[in-house]
C-alpha cells in the first residue's frame, strides 16, 4: 500500500505493518463492492483510475448518516445488541448477521429476506415481554403483532406522548411490513425481485429503530408492573 500513513503511524515492526496492509486493502475493497467509493479522485482527469479513490454520491448518503450502517456489519451489530438488550436474543443475531453478509456482497433482497426474519424474533420476543403469554394456537406473528398493537392502543394519550419514542405506532406497523416482506413479497416465487442496494439501507435502518423502540417500549411496560406490584 502506499506510505501516505506512515505519517500519522508507527509500526512496531513489519509484520504489523504487512498485517495494516492487507486489512486497509480489504476495507476499501469492500467499500468498492458496496459503492461507497469509487476509484479516481473524480477531480483531476490524470487520477481518474486506480490508486486514487474518491466518495460516491450514494457513500455521501451514507456517511450522512448518525446512526450504524450496514456497510459496518462490527459496528452495526454492536448498536443492535446495545440497543435492543432485551429484545434481540441470539436467533434475531443470527439473521442479522446473515444480512449484513449478504448485503455488504451486494445480495441486496437476500440481505432484506433475512433482515425481516430478524424482526420477527424481535418482535415476537418483544410480545413475551410486553404482553401475556398466549395460547400455542395464537403464537402465529399476526396474532402477536396485533396483541402488541392493542398494548399500546390501550395506553393513555400521555403515557404514549411522554414516555415512549414519537411514531412507536408507524414503527410497529414497519417492523410488520418488513416480516411480511420476507414472507410474501421476497419469500415467494412471484416476480423478479427488485430490492436495489438504497432499499436495503433504508431496510437496516428501520430495522435499528424497530429495536430501539420496542426495547424502549419492553422497558417502559416492565416499569409499570413493577409499579403496581
Same mark, same amino acid.
Given at each position: ?33 458496496? #459503492? ?5 479522485? #473524480?477531480?483531476? /482527469? ?29 459496528? /452495526? ?6 440497543? #435492543? ?9 443470527? /439473521? ?7 448485503? !455488504? ?46 398494548? /399500546? +392502543?390501550?395506553? +393513555? ?16 406497523? +414497519? ?11 421476497? #419469500? ?30 419492553? !422497558? ?10
Amino acid at each position: 500500500m502506499d506510505h501516505q500513513f506512515d505519517r500519522f503511524l508507527e509500526f512496531p515492526s513489519n509484520n504489523e505493518k504487512r498485517q495494516f496492509d492487507d486489512l486497509l486493502r480489504e476495507i476499501i475493497w469492500e467499500f468498492v463492492v458496496t #459503492g461507497i467509493i469509487t476509484p479516481g479522485n #473524480g477531480l483531476n /482527469y490524470p487520477q481518474a483510475g486506480l490508486p486514487h479513490f474518491s466518495i460516491s454520491e450514494f457513500g455521501r448518503k451514507v456517511l450522512a448518516e448518525e446512526r450504524a450502517i450496514p456497510h459496518d456489519p462490527d459496528g /452495526y451489530l454492536a448498536e443492535i445488541r446495545t440497543a #435492543g438488550e432485551h429484545c434481540v436474543d441470539g436467533v434475531a443475531v443470527g /439473521y442479522v448477521e446473515e444480512a449484513l453478509s449478504c448485503f !455488504t456482497r451486494g445480495c441486496y433482497t437476500a440481505s432484506v429476506l433475512l433482515l425481516g426474519v430478524a424482526a420477527e424474533a424481535v418482535v415476537l420476543k418483544a410480545c413475551d415481554l410486553i404482553v401475556k403469554p398466549v395460547a400455542a394456537k395464537e403464537y402465529n406473528i399476526k396474532t402477536r403483532h396485533r396483541r402488541l398493537v392493542e398494548r /399500546y +392502543s390501550a395506553l +393513555s394519550k400521555k403515557e404514549r406522548h411522554e414516555a415512549l419514542p414519537d411514531g412507536l405506532d408507524v414503527t410497529l406497523t +414497519s417492523a410488520y411490513d418488513l416480516i411480511r416482506r420476507q414472507r410474501n413479497d421476497l #419469500g415467494h416465487p412471484q416476480v423478479p425481485p427488485t430490492i436495489d442496494r438504497q432499499h436495503a439501507f433504508t431496510f437496516f435502518q428501520v430495522f435499528l429503530t424497530v429495536v430501539r423502540d420496542l426495547e424502549a417500549f419492553a !422497558t417502559y411496560i416492565r416499569h409499570v408492573e413493577k409499579r403496581n406490584l
